[in-house]
């Protein structure tokens, strides 16, 4: 039977996946109490349908990981085409998103990451394309898709209301193909949901996605604890107060406590959401510290290009500035990024949540980077016409456009550095520790000794961790990036004006 102490994600959708193989259903047991919808288990059923045709095997379910991955990048690369019609825009995205440091990371743990990332990805390509196509049967699937990303981690649900409002404003014009889109993305997304809805209500008379969130916006909200994101002592308060309650009835009373903190210290919790906003920006720590291996050379070499990977940031919001040219394609991306960071900033949220976003940085950075750097030709969409127009600085411009691109890049530039005085003092002093994230390793271990998981504990917490299996998924990651960089070329090179043309070299790059 699954065991429930200590608590790691890792551990958790593992014994959930084979709860489900072993036909347990849904659920854990996280501190000896039971939960039947703590998170919504769509990459736990990936994980036991791999367990069940290839066994137990986390290096199995890791390989299939990394080709996610890989093909992941090869979507941005479409998504970046598809929004700015330019492929040197496109080729260095999804080169960049292909050996991102923490994308390999996550590629290589039994987190939802890699999943959630490709789901998401992928929805936001097909909802481009059924918008500009004004095709019914790809809003469908985008929000199949969409629903899918939320099946994997709920927090997806805060992005939709983003969709559907660019939506709106983009086929304002045609209400009836505004309607038939709305309807066909909204009917698929609660169709494909609605499994999941169902089987919670019957459990909890609920319609609800899973419990985490509303522990995290308690713990959020509690003065107590500090607005961290996670507090073992609010698990047993919520727990050990209500020993004999339901998963439902202990949904009820976070809810509750939420709602009376929220209502007895307004100005409190807005510091806390504030601070907890600035968690989620902060910069990326190093994720391969693991590889670390007591050699300094190698560590020196991980740091130096995880830091890199943080200027997406900056360059993504030039980059971003760049793009309000023509705010139509901007428009998603932006209210993506700010429907998501809003979600985390209330309900609380590391900088790993962010990396579902990061992704639209790249594309971005990637823009801002030919624009000032190659002499590059941009084309965009057109939604009123249909057509791609290609779009060069005006021989002539008015006095208002130039005051409007200054003040433009000034903005910008104050933007980026609030954002480096925000999370430079945090990258290079020790974080912030509550009390709610120190665990008495002894006590942990005592307690699992006394029921019997200890071994059980220290070996799948070893399977989980290893660093062999990490050293070796890098090599073979290593091949899939060299694929994955071989068929981005060859899109790059490939001209769809000429269906004769051969991709046989490179479309030379000048600098401007």
């Not at 997304?189 to 419990?211: A, D, E, F, Q, V």
Request: aromatic residues 16%.
């Amino acid at each position: 039977m699954a065991y429930g102490f200590p608590h790691s994600d890792a551990r958790s959708i593992d014994r959930v996946a084979m709860n489900i193989l072993n036909g347990r259903g849904i659920a854990d047991i996280i501190q000896f109490f039971p939960y039947y919808s703590y998170r919504v288990p769509l990459y736990s059923i990936f994980l036991s349908m791999i367990y069940g045709f290839f066994g137990h095997s986390y290096m199995l379910a890791k390989i299939i990981q990394w080709i996610l991955s890989s093909i992941t990048a090869v979507i941005i690369y479409f998504i970046a085409l598809k929004a700015y019609q330019d492929k040197k825009t496109a080729t260095i995205a999804g080169i960049t998103v292909g050996v991102y440091a923490q994308y390999i990371y996550y590629a290589h743990s039994l987190m939802t990451e890699t999943l959630f990332i490709f789901f998401m990805s992928l929805s936001i390509l097909l909802v481009l394309k059924g918008v500009q196509n004004k095709s019914l049967g790809k809003c469908t699937w985008a929000g199949v898709l969409s629903a899918s990303a939320t099946l994997v981690r709920e927090a997806f649900f805060s992005a939709i209301p983003a969709i559907g409002l660019w939506i709106l404003v983009i086929l304002w014009r045609d209400k009836r193909k505004m309607t038939r889109c709305c309807l066909s993305f909204v009917t698929a997304l609660i169709l494909t949901l609605s499994p999941l809805l169902i089987r919670n209500y019957c459990i909890h008379k609920k319609p609800i996605l899973g419990s985490v969130g509303v522990r995290h916006l308690w713990n959020g909200a509690d003065p107590k604890y500090m607005g961290s994101y996670f507090s073992e002592d609010a698990w047993r308060e919520s727990l050990w107060r209500n020993p004999y309650s339901t998963e439902s009835q202990r949904m009820d009373y976070e809810v509750l406590k939420a709602i009376e903190y929220m209502k007895g210290y307004p100005y409190l919790f807005s510091n806390f959401c504030q601070m907890r906003f600035e968690n989620f920006w902060k910069l990326h720590a190093n994720p391969l510290g693991k590889l670390d291996l007591n050699k300094k050379f190698l560590s020196v070499l991980l740091k130096i290009f995880t830091s890199l990977s943080n200027f997406i940031i900056p360059f993504g919001i030039l980059g971003f500035c760049i793009s309000l040219m023509k705010w139509r394609q901007a428009l998603l991306f932006g209210l993506i990024v700010t429907f998501y960071s809003a979600f985390h900033s209330i309900f609380g949220g590391t900088e790993r949540f962010r990396l579902p976003i990061d992704w639209i940085f790249i594309i971005y950075a990637s823009l801002f980077l030919c624009r000032l750097v190659f002499s590059s030709k941009y084309s965009f969409f057109d939604y009123d016409t249909g057509n791609t127009s290609f779009f060069e600085e005006p021989v002539k411009v008015s006095r208002f456009q130039k005051r409007f691109f200054q003040s433009l890049y000034i903005a910008g530039a104050a933007i980026i550095a609030l954002y480096l005085c925000m999370v430079l003092p945090q990258y290079f002093m020790p974080e912030k520790e509550f009390d709610g994230y120190k665990i008495d390793t002894q006590k942990v271990q005592s307690i699992l000794k006394e029921t019997g998981y200890y071994e059980q504990w220290l070996k799948q917490d070893m399977a989980l961790y290893s660093v062999k299996e990490i050293m070796f998924s890098l090599k073979v990651n290593h091949f899939l990036l060299l694929s994955l960089l071989s068929s981005i070329l060859l899109l790059s090179c490939s001209d769809p004006t000429e269906p004769n043309s051969s991709p046989s070299v490179l479309i030379p790059l000048k600098i401007g």
